[in-house]
Nanobody, 124 residues
């Protein structure tokens, strides 16, 4: 199983940008499709973005399409989430997740490993 540690969260004004990173260890990173989820206060965790094993395919939630970009560097065992044009409704804890048995997963149940989360707060 892979261990995941997110970083890069923080406080940013609306319209600003942040880049989240997720460092993986403990297993062969390139065998996992990776995803980002988020959970806002009082809401259920929701899918944000996913990337395939070798980074050739990506998939986004409609709410972030055109603003967020997921990428990965298999030489650094790291997946990234570049977030631009941030809105107050993007405020949430962001989680990195790994899926071993799916090419481009986007359902929470497809992911077997999760990070501890990083807080993103967007002020208006």
């Amino acid at each position: 199983q892979v261990q995941l540690v997110e970083s890069g969260g923080g406080l940013v004004q609306a319209g600003g940008s942040l880049r989240l990173s997720c460092a993986a260890s403990g297993s062969t990173f390139s065998k996992y499709a990776m995803g980002w989820f988020r959970q806002a206060p009082g809401k259920e965790r929701e899918f944000v973005a996913a990337i395939s094993w070798h980074g050739d395919s990506t998939y986004y939630a409609d709410s972030v399409k055109g603003r967020f970009t997921i990428s990965r560097d298999n030489t650094k065992n790291t997946v990234y989430l570049q977030m631009n044009s941030l809105k107050p409704e993007d405020t949430a804890i962001y989680y990195c997740a790994a899926a071993a048995d799916s090419y481009l997963p986007h359902v929470e149940g497809d992911f077997g490993s999760w990070g501890q989360g990083t807080q993103v707060t967007v002020s208006s």
